[in-house]
């Protein structure tokens, strides 16, 4: 389903670091496989791919399809896990350009009320449902975004209750109590999954349903990869999954000076999954005074910005690229009678043969430089493979913070902002 070569970071990782990784790894995989490393009363998004509950599947796909009759919009409010997972699997399956169906917006993962204004106006005259998702039910950003649109479609519809559907923890409070008084439809977040770990419970399952897509090829996409690779335990690196394998070289590299990964996509539509990847890796693994730094950039684009730097500039950053091996596009270059450009020998080509030359250029390119590249490679951009490499990305982040020593599902530094913000705003 997934394929890798990390033959480009093996080449920069002298002999023993790599070694001595490679066997940190199969401790810190067997940790997460056995279920006895720190933090193992969260792992939640393990067990419950362990025993697939279709009849909630079921619930998610049959609200979706009222969703998808009745409403031209659904907003989504939710910050950080709970919004990162949805926005990442619509943006990498959902046609960029719809002309018909419903639109998933995001609200409540910012501050800014010029955007929710906006939001607004865009609703007016709209058939809009909002689902609002905060695990703890506290979170500033959702929780006023979520004033607003609750008024908004209070103001609006005969119905506001049929509208809103609340994702929340069983137990997160005012949430939960304004749900079961509005009598609001309500979806659990598991209380043994973080946000950042939580896109395959209803958290990220109903807006991406909502979106058009199959939730449950989804879902079993990341049953497959759990299977294949995430429960058997390792006794040497050669028995290590691919998933711990990335961990070992991430962190063999990290021990290596390189402090920065860049996370590099040729494929427009999965820079959003790299949004989500930065948050699973930037707050599962840097605690401590520890972790790499987790950087996320879309080919070509950026490599008429960022492309000097990592061709040549200060050696501290590799590169993971992740690439779709099948792309399916249709369209070819046209032939023009003048030739203007001197591009005629592309026509007829695919854009995709181009821009697999791109890649290849890239990496060869950026390997011979300063940087050492590893490569992800989904077989095709469809829910199953999509869910396959969720589950890579979550079992790798678990591995590779064991390996650091740190506890991959605490976030005590996302407090602090929180504290400095609230203790401004009572005094205010
Ligand atoms: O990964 C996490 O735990 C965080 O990013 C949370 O998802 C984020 O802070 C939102 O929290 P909540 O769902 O409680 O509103």
Redesign the pocket.
């Known amino acids: 389903m997934l394929h890798t070569d990390f033959s480009g970071a093996d080449a920069r990782i002298a002999d023993d670091v790599l070694a001595g990784a490679q066997r940190r790894a199969v401790d810190a995989h067997n940790l997460l496989v056995s279920g006895t490393g720190p933090g193992n009363k969260w792992l939640g998004w393990r067990t419950m791919l362990a025993a697939p509950n279709d009849a909630l599947l079921e619930r998610l796909d049959r609200l979706a399809n009222e969703i998808r009759e009745e409403a031209d919009v659904l907003v989504c409010v ?7 997972g949805a926005d990442a699997v619509i943006a990498a399956l959902a046609p960029a350009f719809r002309s018909h169906g419903v639109d998933v917006i995001f609200a409540g993962h910012h501050l800014s009320g010029t955007y929710l204004d906006s939001l607004l106006r865009h609703l007016e005259g709209k058939s809009v449902y909002v689902n609002v ?7 500033l ?3 006023l975004a979520f004033r607003v649109l609750r008024g908004f479609v209070e103001r609006s519809f005969d119905n506001p209750e049929a509208r809103i559907v609340v994702t ?2 069983r137990d ?1 409070g005012a949430l939960q109590h304004l749900a079961s008084d509005k009598g609001y439809r309500q979806f659990v ?1 598991p209380d043994d999954v ?5 896109v395959l419970t209803p ?1 990220g399952l109903l807006p991406i349903a909502v979106a058009g897509l199959d939730i449950r090829s989804l879902f079993y996409g990341a049953v497959s990869m759990y299977t294949n690779t995430g429960t058997a335990s390792a006794t040497s690196p050669q028995e290590l999954p691919a998933a711990a394998a990335y961990a070992a070289r991430r962190i063999a590299l990290y021990e290596s000076g390189y402090k920065t990964e860049l996370l590099a996509t040729m494929e427009p539509e999965l820079a959003r999954l790299g949004a989500w990847w930065q ?1 699973l890796f930037g ?1 599962s693994e840097g605690k401590d005074g520890k972790g790499l730094f987790p950087a996320v950039s879309t080919f070509t684009t950026d490599l008429h910005s960022l492309g000097q730097f990592i061709q040549d500039g200060d050696p501290t950053v590799f590169e993971s690229f992740l690439i779709v091996r099948n792309v399916s596009d249709s369209l070819t270059i046209p032939e023009t009678d003048d030739n203007l450009d001197g591009l005629n020998y592309l026509a007829g080509r695919t854009f995709s043969h181009v821009n697999r030359a791109a890649f290849e250029g890239t990496r060869e390119a950026h390997s011979s430089g300063t940087t050492p590249v590893m490569q992800i490679a989904l077989e095709r951009r469809t829910e199953e493979h999509v869910g396959a490499v969720i589950y890579f990305f979550q079992h790798a982040v678990a591995v590779g913070a064991y390996m650091l020593g740190v506890n991959p599902f605490d ?1 005590p530094g ?1 407090e602090a902002y929180k504290k400095g913000m609230l203790s401004r705003l009572k005094q205010a």
């Open positions: 939710g910050i950080g896990g709970s919004y990162l998702i905060s695990k703890s039910g506290t979170t950003e959702p929780a929340t923890s997160s977040i973080g946000g950042r770990f939580s958290v948050q707050e976030q996302v």
